[in-house]
T-cell receptor, first 115, second 114 residues
């Protein structure tokens, strides 16, 4: 069965600190997709990144970077030089292949960035 | 490009009453999803439509929840009768075709059942 674990419930940092959000997943499929979403206080889920299981290249987008390691079934997310606007709940999600490979979300990590 | 639209944004009802939520997906997106997000948890899929057909409704409590997407575009989710534990945010999302493609979410409807 597929599962996503975000062990960090809440993280608090001071502005300009770097922070890493952990995500560990479980799946028996060889083809799967991993996602990160941001949910600010307004409530809307904002898409950040999608990664398929065949692409282990790390990705950087501005202050955001993602580290995908199949050997440890992890897909961690790092924010460099955090800002107050980064305060939100961040969700990691997994989708297996097939027409019913729906998104399975972790419980989320609440990030608070203090000025 | 317009995003996923949902209404209403907030709804307060008493238990045993009925309520309906509306969703209009991104234009051209064949697949539409309804999720329930209880406070402090990640979203959980309730039902997935592809065009106007149901692909997956295995987690929809069918004794009280119903959903339709008659013309393959917008969709309505109904709860009748509501229970206290239905208090949650109901999120609608859409994707081009498959769940493995990026799903884009609407702003959600926050439901409080008293």
């Amino acid at each position: 069965a597929q599962k996503v674990t975000q062990a960090q419930t809440e993280i608090s940092v001071v502005e300009k600190e770097d922070v890493t959000l952990d995500c560990v997943y479980e799946t028996r499929d060889t083809t799967y997709y991993l996602f990160w979403y941001k949910q600010p206080p307004s409530g809307e889920l904002v898409f950040l990144i999608r990664r398929n299981s065949f692409d282990e290249q790390n990705e950087i987008s501005g202050r955001y970077s993602w580290n995908f390691q199949k050997s440890t079934s992890s897909f961690n997310f790092t924010i460099t030089a955090s800002q107050v606007v980064d305060s939100a709940v961040y969700f990691c999600a997994l989708s297996e292949g097939g027409s019913q490979g729906n998104l399975i979300f972790g419980k989320g990590t609440k990030l608070s960035v203090k000025p | 490009e317009a995003g996923v639209a949902q209404s209403p944004r907030y709804k307060i009802i008493e238990k045993r009453q009925s309520v309906a939520f509306w969703c209009n997906p991104i234009s051209g997106h064949a697949t539409l999803y309804w999720y329930q997000q209880i406070l402090g948890q990640g979203p959980k899929l309730l039902i997935q439509f592809q065009n106007n057909g149901v692909v997956d409704d295995s987690q929809l409590p069918k004794d009280r929840f119903s959903a339709e997407r008659l013309k393959g575009v917008d969709s309505t989710l109904k709860i009748q009768p509501a229970k206290l534990e239905d208090s949650a945010v109901y999120l609608c999302a859409s994707s081009l075709v498959t769940p493995q493609e990026t799903q884009y979410f609407g702003p959600g409807t926050r439901l409080l059942v008293l």
